[in-house]
């Protein structure tokens, strides 16, 4: 696994090497707007109403709004000078807590942290005191952005760092309203609740509870015609690059070769005998659609 950054862990005087790596992966279905009557993915350009023209990335700035429509508007060298003295990279522990008291509506995104460096010596005394003493450390990190509050914790025979919201991020918990501590509630209610949790109690294991919503969309995505592949790999290609045109035409010839055989599939059926005039006179009939979008491809 490639490593996302480098850097230390500041452990009172001991600098500890580290690599630290992603462990989680978005694996949602992602979705492009589509201009439905050609099938070209929508671009979205950074665009001034009041000028009516497009602004290239040397005109943007960043702006806080104070008021509707006012905002107080930053240069890069300016918000690098708000960030002061934490300024430099690196993860730097602050203290050590009990597990327990951290509120997990604090955690993010999760990291692995691997030892760098030609020794791991720090990285495993930093590691097994940690576990021994049954602690998590509570650290400030900066890597490339602003600084964050993490959690560094033992796992698996590695660390964890999982980024955090800060405390006033949270939404506190008075303000939703719950039902008041006297309701009434009878001593057979109250068994059959518990005797349901009995019965549904288990051990947790992710593997049991599958991103079904992924899987239906995968499957329905190799049901559905894909009619401008070949303009989405033309386009994709940044300006100056080599387009690998034997691969995109191999991609085609297939995408040919099915076409084909669904035709000859479809002409060994026996056609149903029609009474009367065709009711799809002057309507394209569903080939015809597809073989447009053939031509659609095959132009760009």
């Not at 070949?230 to 100056?240: K, N, R, S, W």
Request: aromatic share 6%; charged share 35%; hydrophobic share 35%.
């Amino acid at each position: 696994m490639r490593a996302i950054w480098t850097g230390e862990i500041a452990f009172g005087l001991v600098a500890v090497p580290v690599k630290l790596y992603s462990a989680t992966k978005d694996l949602a279905p992602r979705f492009h707007l589509i201009h439905k009557t050609c099938g070209t993915r929508v671009q979205m350009k950074r665009w001034c109403p009041k000028e009516d023209t497009e602004v290239p990335w040397g005109e943007v700035e960043r702006g806080y709004e104070v008021s509707k429509g006012r905002y107080a508007v930053f240069t890069k060298e300016e918000l690098a000078e708000l960030e002061g003295e934490e300024a430099a990279e690196g993860i730097d522990i602050a203290e050590f807590v009990e597990p327990g008291e951290v509120d997990l509506a604090l955690v993010e995104k999760s990291y692995w942290v691997g030892p760098a460096g030609k020794t791991s010596r720090s990285y495993e005394l930093l590691r097994t005191a940690l576990e021994r003493s049954g602690k998590v450390a509570i650290a400030r990190v900066k890597i490339r952005t602003r600084t964050r509050l993490a959690l560094l914790r033992p796992r698996e025979g590695r660390f964890s760092l999982d980024m955090m919201r800060f405390g006033d991020e949270l939404v506190p918990a008075n303000d939703v309203d719950v039902p008041s501590p006297r309701t009434k509630r009878s001593a057979q209610e109250m068994d059959l609740a518990l005797d349901l949790i009995k019965r549904m109690a288990g051990h947790f294991d992710p593997k049991k509870h599958p991103d079904d919503y992924r899987s239906a969309v995968l499957k329905a995505v190799e049901h559905k015609e894909v009619t401008e592949e070949l303009a989405e790999d033309v386009e994709a290609a940044a300006p100056g690059r080599v387009v690998d045109l034997a691969a995109i035409l191999t991609r085609s010839l297939a995408g040919v070769g099915r076409g084909a055989g669904e035709r000859a599939a479809n002409t060994n059926k026996k056609a149903p005998k029609r009474k009367g005039p065709s009711k799809t006179k002057g309507r394209p009939t569903r080939a015809t659609k597809k073989t447009g979008s053939r031509k659609a491809a095959r132009r760009v």
